[in-house]
């Protein structure tokens, strides 16, 4: 059964950073993109970041691009989300997630993935993230 456990939430001030993990379980990532999204109270999903299988293409949204950098290290079947510079706009759910668009998974990161058209029914339970001062 597959499995995701993200970890690394909290509440930190502006300008702090938080490191998010998340680790699968009951599958290989091996060889499937991921993607990082994140909800927020009354606003709709928005997706952060996608990571190819390699690890060696990353594609992320404009909001916070420059900030976050994702990764992932296989072997653990992990994915990491290091986040910087953390603005009070950033409090959200974060959840980790394997994107499908029309039911098909992908191995490279596509624009698509970040897209309200993904499917990220395989995904944790979240992780809650609160910046603040």
């Known amino acids: 059964q597959l499995e995701f456990v993200e970890s690394g939430g909290g509440s930190v001030q502006p300008g702090g950073s938080l490191r998010l993990s998340c680790t699968a379980s009951?599958?290989?990532?091996?060889?499937?993109?991921m993607v990082w999204f994140r909800q927020a109270p009354g606003k709709e999903r928005e997706g952060l970041s996608c990571?190819?299988?390699?690890?060696?293409?990353?594609i992320y949204t404009d909001s916070v691009k420059g900030r976050f950098t994702v990764s992932r290290d296989n072997p653990e079947n992990t994915v990491v989300l290091q986040m910087n510079s953390l603005k009070p706009e950033d409090t959200a759910v974060y959840y980790c997630?394997?994107?499908?668009?029309?039911?098909?998974?992908?191995?490279?990161?596509?624009?698509?993935?970040?897209?309200?058209?993904?499917?990220?029914?395989?995904r944790g339970q979240g992780t809650q993230v609160t910046v603040s001062s």
């Open positions: 997630a394997l994107p499908r668009v029309s039911g098909g998974l992908f191995y490279f990161c596509d624009t698509r993935t970040l897209t309200h058209i993904a499917e990220y029914d395989y």
């Open positions: 009951g599958f290989s990532l091996d060889n499937f993109a």
């Open positions: 990571i190819s299988s390699s690890g060696g293409d990353t």
